[in-house]
């Protein structure tokens, strides 16, 4: 079992930052790839990054190229997603998530595990 909880959402103004968190518990989450996805108003939830335990191997998709980033801290059991240059795009309930074995891009009934998702709004 695989425990994540999402913190660092909140409202920003367009060009600002945000760094979300999700935190991990379980006896083997290192043997999971983790995501981070969002889901906008009225649209499917999208992949957004993938990150390793071990190796730190990253992903990003096209749409976070350039202005996220995704980092883990191992000693902290945490997972980060750095958003820069936010857009009103960007504006969604962003997640967390954990899938099984090594993973570079994640569809969305992949995962085996959800955190319970942290809102992001971005103002014009």
């Known amino acids: 079992q695989v425990q994540l909880v999402e913190s660092g959402g909140g409202l920003v103004q367009a060009g600002g930052s945000v760094r979300l968190s999700c935190a991990a518990s379980?006896?083997?989450?290192?043997?999971?790839?983790m995501g981070w996805f969002r889901q906008a108003p009225g649209k499917e939830r999208e992949f957004v990054a993938s990150?390793?335990?071990?190796?730190?191997?990253?992903y990003h998709a096209d749409s976070a190229k350039g202005r996220f980033t995704v980092s883990r801290d191992n000693a902290k059991k945490t997972v980060y997603l750095q958003m820069d240059s936010l857009k009103p795009e960007d504006t969604a309930v962003y997640f967390c998530?954990?899938?099984?074995?090594?993973?570079?891009?994640?569809?969305?009934?992949?995962?085996?595990?959800w955190g319970q998702g942290t809102q992001v709004t971005v103002s014009s």
């Open positions: 379980g006896r083997t989450f290192t043997s999971y790839t």
């Open positions: 998530a954990a899938v099984m074995g090594v993973k570079l891009t994640i569809k969305s009934d992949e995962p085996q595990y």
């Open positions: 990150i390793t335990w071990i190796g730190g191997g990253t």
